[in-house]
């Protein structure tokens, strides 16, 4: 692990450096043994203690800052965002490289019945016709022969629309608005 320290209104004491390494030897599964380059930049300025670090992983680059009342304090909280980034990064890697399917997405659990999809609901072709005033007794024997199961008509009493329809049991159900 090669790191490069730069302080910017302040001196980098050996236990900053110690302090960074150690945060750093904490993620260091993270990056898995592979090289890295990591270049701190410590600063402070008016009484804020800001860290930044930068480092070049593979052919990535991560980035990460922080702002703190105490130097210690910024520099982990840095080192932590970036082994955050690391890890997400690594994550995406191991995805993208194993492209195989979980067998739970293949397979469905045995103890679960597979219902059939639906089919989506179709508007079927529709028929314009006159509706002509007659009574519920003549609707029901134009509904007789007709393959339709209900007939929508103008009760010729109460000029109102009804409709008339074929029941399960064989007789004739009748709504009125």
């Known amino acids: ?12 004491t050996p236990a900053l450096r110690s302090h960074t390494e ?27 203690h800001r ?6 992983w593979r052919n990535d680059v991560l980035t990460a800052m922080t702002t703190s009342a ?5 520099l982990a909280d840095t080192i932590d965002k970036i082994g955050k980034q690391a890890l997400k990064l690594k994550k995406k890697v191991i995805d993208k490289s194993h492209k195989a399917v ?20 179709k508007i079927i072709k529709t028929k ?3 509706v002509k005033p ?13 393959e339709n199961q209900f007939l929508v008509f103008r009760d ?14 064989g007789h004739y159900g009748l709504i009125e608005p």
């Open 128 to 130: 314009r016709y006159k």
């Open 156 to 169: 010729s009493g109460t000029e109102r629309i009804s409709i008339i329809y074929k029941r399960k049991d």
């Open 22 to 48: 150690e945060h750093f030897s904490r993620i260091g599964h993270v990056f898995g043994g592979k090289p890295l380059k990591a270049h701190v930049t410590i600063e402070v300025e008016r009484g804020r």
């Open 102 to 121: 979980k067998a739970g997405k293949l397979a469905p659990a045995e103890e679960t019945d597979i219902a059939p999809e639906p089919s989506p609901t």
């Open 51 to 56: 860290s930044e670090v930068v480092v070049n």
């Open 1 to 12: 692990m090669n790191i490069e320290y730069t302080g910017r209104h302040i001196e980098v």
């Open 70 to 74: 105490d130097m210690y304090k910024s």
């Open 134 to 146: 007659v009574t519920a007794e003549e609707a029901a024997m134009l509904l007789e022969d007709d």
